[in-house]
């Protein structure tokens, strides 16, 4: 059965106001102020070393990405508390072992991040040594990367064009205007546009071309939609509490379900705008022990709130209900073989953040809800689940942009059909997917907070193009 759809309750509230009243509760009016540190903290110092190994590991081996061009584009442009520190910070890369160590205090081992052909990269805990002990995904087994390359279009990449449409100028030039900042903003490292099933353009920033895999950032929370679906495909009931923690009487989250998760409705407290989950992704928290700490704000289902915790604690529900089923099966089921979902090093997936994947791969995905789940004539994911993501069922955001189930909605978009929805990343990851059009449009880039792209009227420029 379709989880149950929440009608539309009252907009996005912030709180800021409520986090800001705790912290100045907290402290005596008479207490003096702490002068702040002189330099950077050994936390923070701690996490830039973190974030170097991780980025370094995955763009090296997930994404086949040279140092210079991980340095010029995965490391620019981040956090600004570890932006200035990451460029000093010294890292030695093991290239038999396939792991990266980054250092950030002399009495304490450097941070790591190691790599398996499953799973992509896992950093490893502050104060990590190797006890030669394995990774949970370094005892499963996947097909290489780009087994399936010489099959046919789309589970393959043989005879993936369309040479007519390719030829035509108008379009060529329009994906052209994207890499030039002026005509829509950002900077884009990747453009492909499906169309009938077929790729009708495709261009690459210099250095790059179909195999180079990038970050998605939050394109991965709607993978983890995508995966819902497939695990209920495959015959798995994902329970309504979603975490066993909150399984005990008296605990009000209980109330709380994974529809309401997949629509950031959960009501949890997040402690920053858009819920960072810096522990997980900088200090290789865990990812149960972080998303299971927050206590509820407001009653599930009332509230949006764009949170990593609610995406998270909805993979942890999936995984538990189905523990043999894993990402990357349902990636290779579609022919997304360069495509890795990323764990903590227990084994949890960061399905918030952390996939890496190639235009071509995101493209795939963008057809598996092109054809309402069926791939090859075989369903993936369940008669009516794309119905399900793109369905406004619950608290709404401000904003240019509605949100279903775990997928933007582009309704509101001048020139956009009104079944247009969309997967949006941070840097200025989209998938836009148009059924009514046939239509799939994949951009990658490298975006920075002040220059972003604009997808809506990208989307709109693309369509005038396509008949």
């Known amino acids: ?96 072992a396939r792991q990266v160590s980054v250092g950030f205090a002399e009495d304490m081992p450097p941070r790591v991040a190691r790599h398996n052909p499953v799973t992509g990269c896992t950093s490893m805990p502050i104060g990590w040594k190797n006890d030669g002990r394995r990774l949970p995904a370094e005892d499963m087994e996947r097909a290489p990367a780009g087994s399936l390359d010489d099959r046919p279009w789309p589970m393959g990449d043989a005879n993936a064009s369309d040479p007519r449409i390719m030829m035509i100028t108008p379009f060529d030039l329009l994906i052209e205007s994207a890499f030039e900042e002026k005509a829509f903003g950002g900077k884009t490292s990747g453009v492909v546009i499906v169309h009938r099933g077929r790729i009708v353009q495709e261009r690459y920033k210099q250095g790059y071309d179909l195999h180079t895999a990038q970050r998605t950032w939050s394109v991965a929370k709607s993978m983890a939609g995508t995966f819902a679906g497939f695990v209920r495909q495959k015959g798995f009931s994902i329970p309504e509490t979603p975490v066993r923690e909150w399984n005990v009487g008296g605990d009000p989250r209980r109330t709380i379900t994974v529809d309401h998760l997949l629509r950031m409705a959960s009501g949890l407290v997040s402690d920053t705008p858009g819920n960072r989950t810096d522990a997980v992704y900088m200090s290789a928290g865990e990812v149960r022990q972080w998303t299971t700490q927050w206590p509820m704000l407001h009653q599930p289902g009332s ?86 993501v793109t369905k406004p069922g619950g608290p709404q955001p401000d ?55 604009d997808i809506a009227k990208f989307t709109a420029e693309v369509l005038k193009q396509v008949r």
């Open 1 to 96: 059965m379709m989880p149950k759809l929440f009608r539309p309750a009252r907009r996005c509230q912030t709180i800021a106001g409520f986090v800001l009243a705790l912290g100045m509760m907290s402290a005596p009016a008479t207490a003096q102020q702490t002068p702040p540190p002189a330099g950077p903290t050994r936390a923070t110092l701690a996490e830039a070393a973190g974030y170097k190994a991780q980025f370094l590991c995955s763009g090296l081996w997930n994404g086949n990405k040279t140092i210079a061009d991980i340095e010029a584009d995965e490391l620019t442009g981040i956090y600004p508390h570890i932006a200035p520190i990451v460029p000093g910070l010294k890292a030695e890369i093991d290239e038999a």
């Open 303 to 388: 509230t949006f709130r764009y949170a990593n915790n609610d995406i998270l604690l909805a993979m942890l529900a999936a995984r538990d209900a189905a523990p043999d089923l894993h990402p990357h099966q349902m990636f290779d089921a579609i022919g997304m073989t360069r495509t890795w979902a990323e764990t903590d090093w227990q084994g949890n997936y960061i399905l918030s953040s952390q996939v890496w994947t190639t235009a071509r791969d995101m493209a795939r995905m963008g057809l598996l809800y092109l054809n309402d789940g069926l791939w090859d004539g075989k369903r993936i994911l369940p008669a009516g689940w794309r119905d399900y």
């Open 399 to 453: 904003g240019p942009f509605g949100y279903g189930a775990s997928f933007w909605l582009m309704n509101r978009s001048e020139g956009v059909p009104a079944d247009a929805f969309a997967a949006f990343g941070n840097r200025g990851q989209y998938l836009v997917i148009i059924p009514s059009r046939d239509l799939a449009i994949v951009r990658r880039g490298y975006d920075n907070a002040g220059d972003q792209f």
